[in-house]
């Protein structure tokens, strides 16, 4: 027993609680506002297209809904693999406890899931669901029958109200996806007892590095998917979605900077240690991987990229880095906020460390599969609901001007 | 066609919800026990079921009835908030029977530990031992009385009860400072510890002894001028004396 504790006791530097030896809150917990962030973010970009008509965008619009709902599937899976008993999260939804913010998340996520993201995606693709069903054989053609919900009018009149009602929803969809993942900086912020996390900039913080994140994974996947089917990509499209990338990050950038200085010149008596923190245990994850190569990098190449005189492939080529940096700093800023968090003692006078599982609920191949799982449930989707601009059915109405199918 | 002017894709989609919102209050139905909600956010049936427990526990006061040669010397002991049945079991039967139930009491070496076997949360000042290395094989009771605790002899180091600072100092810089060279130590804490405690340095010129630019000690001591730094602050309140972070 003696040796354990010498071992331990070489792993945390300075004066810390018997109980913050060990973390609560692994990577699980990483993962889990880092996907609920894409989500946000890929609607927010969806938007862009749908409400303020941003028409360059749309080869990406669709995409955009489906990875958003794809990754919305997968959002409170690490939250119920580390509670360990997912089954209880049903009785959130049948008794609702009103006073606890976490509970309150299961009626976010239903209120996202439900009312915006597949009612917005059902009015979009009900005309090629509808037109599908005809053209389609087999399997397919039953499913498309079905998922219409017999709304099998495709008259110019209905298809306009389909893209009225999905505006509408789309202008409901931005304040939603501020408060599914302004919620997640919220839990954080609110805990007074951490000086790390207690900040009202934190929602604030957190939605705008999802709309960075959100919008870095569309360019990602629309460049390797267009790639795998043997398309030219849009570079107009490329080039609008580099730009709104590179204001997402200054506005990010700005903010945490913000943040970052309030911090200093306040100088309360946690930033001694917070400093410490930062120039020890979070030196790679912080200064290296999100600032160095998550925000100036990408920053830098996008300016470069966009701006300057480079023919269009060296420019995909900068655009698809920047995106992939983006990702690895997103992906720090999370760790740096739920890890840093309960590194450093609230004695404030030591640190400890965080020691990952390999296997096991809470390891890292589980994190592995997580963030893969939304990549699978994104490719299943495509084949049930195309995004690309190239298949979308399109009507022909007949010279007579009835309002049914050819 | 519209249904009284409501467009078809509205009606479905009503319809489907409707059968959402259904199934949700079926399930409430279902599943919320009827009593939930009359007190508060949980089952009030919950409350009768542990009332209807079978109640295992006597309570010190029925013990003392019967053993108050025992409970006397215990109350003036270190174990006197320790409540007999700690040790020796639930009791109520052998309250209501006491000749056909006998509670047992733990004479092994393993059950001691539970409570003094070292543990860094446990409060400074705990008798805590190290069980492997303490008197190894020998029950407990051999030298200590759990009614009155008293320990055979005079502790020879202040870890035997102070573990966790003396645990925490072994690996700081100051290692090699004993114990008495910032603490007066009365002989009578050694008995009665908590009635005569032990004094620390009231003063941050106690400190300056080692530490000030002046003070006679090594080069490799770090040292301060004690008229600007910390200001009004007294040393304690910023460095652990048991583990100085400060280099």
């Known amino acids: 027993m003696v040796t354990n504790i010498m071992t331990g006791l070489q792993n945390i530097s300075g004066y810390i609680y018997p109980n913050e030896f060990e973390l609560h809150w692994g990577i699980l917990i990483v993962v889990y506002p880092y996907l609920t962030g894409l989500v946000a973010g890929a609607f927010i970009l969806a938007s862009l297209e749908r409400v303020f008509n941003v028409k360059v965008l749309q080869p990406v619009y669709r995409l955009s809904l489906l990875s958003a709902l794809a990754f919305l599937f997968v959002a409170p899976l690490p939250l119920l693999v580390h509670l360990g008993h997912p089954e209880r999260s049903f009785e959130m939804f049948l008794t609702p406890y009103t006073s606890s913010a976490m509970a309150m998340f299961g009626f976010v996520y239903a209120w996202y899931l439900m009312v915006v993201l597949l009612l917005e995606i059902w009015f979009d693709y009900r005309k090629d669901m509808v037109i599908w069903s005809k053209e389609k054989r087999g399997l397919m053609r039953f499913v498309y029958r079905i998922l219409p919900l017999g709304v099998t009018d495709v008259s110019e009149k209905s298809i306009l109200f389909d893209n009225k009602i999905g505006r509408i929803i789309t202008i409901i969809g931005i304040p939603s996806a501020f408060l599914l993942h302004g919620y997640v900086g919220f839990i954080f912020g609110s805990v007074k007892a951490n000086p790390w996390w207690s900040s009202v900039l934190m929602p604030i913080v957190f939605l705008f590095s999802a709309i960075v994140s959100g919008i870095a994974l569309i360019l990602i996947i629309y460049m390797v998917t267009t790639m795998f089917r043997l398309k030219t990509m849009s570079m107009p499209c490329l080039n609008k979605l580099a730009e709104f990338l590179l204001y997402a990050i200054i506005v990010d950038l700005s903010l945490e900077s913000l943040d970052f200085i309030q911090r200093l010149y306040e100088s309360e008596e946690s930033i001694k240690i917070l400093s410490e923190m930062i120039s020890s245990r979070l030196f790679l994850s912080l200064i290296v991987s999100q600032v160095i190569l998550g925000s100036i990098v990408p920053m830098v190449s996008l300016v470069w990229a966009r701006f300057g005189r480079l023919p269009d492939e060296m420019r995909r080529m900068a655009y698809f880095i920047a995106a992939i940096l983006v990702q690895v700093g997103i992906f720090s800023t999370r760790w740096n906020v739920v890890i840093g968090g309960q590194l450093f003692s609230k004695s404030l006078r030591g640190l400890t460390v965080y020691k990952m599982q390999l296997f096991g609920l809470e390891g890292l191949l589980m994190t592995g599969f997580l963030l893969i799982l939304p990549l699978i449930i994104l490719y299943l989707l495509s084949k049930l609901l195309p995004p690309w601009p190239d298949s979308e059915a399109k009507v022909q109405y007949s010279q007579a001007g009835d309002h049914g199918l050819r | ?247």
């Open chain 2, 1 to 247: 066609m519209n249904v009284l002017g409501i467009p078809k894709q509205i009606l479905a989609l009503a319809f489907i919800f409707t059968i959402i919102i259904a199934a949700l209050v079926v399930a409430r139905m279902l599943f919320i026990p009827p009593s939930f909600g009359r007190y508060g956010h949980y089952r009030a049936d919950a409350v009768d079921e542990v009332i209807a427990q079978e109640i295992n526990y006597a309570g010190y006061e029925a013990c003392i009835e019967c053993h108050d040669e025992i409970y006397e010397p215990k109350e003036k002991s270190h174990h006197k908030g320790v409540s007999c049945e700690v040790c020796h079991g639930p009791a109520a039967k052998h309250v209501q029977a006491p000749d056909e139930f006998v509670p047992g009491a733990p004479r092994k070496r393993g059950y001691c530990p539970l409570c003094h076997d070292y543990n860094p949360s446990r409060p400074t000042g705990f008798p805590q031992i190290i069980t492997e290395l303490h008197n190894p094989g020998k029950a407990c009771m051999t030298c200590h009385d759990p009614h009155n605790p008293l320990l055979p002899h005079t502790p020879e180091e202040c870890s035997a009860c102070h573990r966790e600072i003396a645990n925490t100092k072994r690996v700081s810089h100051h290692a090699s400072l004993a114990c008495v060279r910032c603490h007066t130590v009365p002989d009578e804490h050694l008995v009665h510890p908590k009635f005569a405690l032990a004094q620390a340095p009231v003063e941050r010129e106690f400190c300056g002894e080692c530490h000030a630019k002046d003070a006679d000690t090594g080069r490799d001591v770090p040292r301060i001028d004690l008229d600007t730094h910390g200001e009004r602050y007294l040393c304690w309140d910023c460095h652990y004396p048991h583990h100085p972070e400060a280099r």
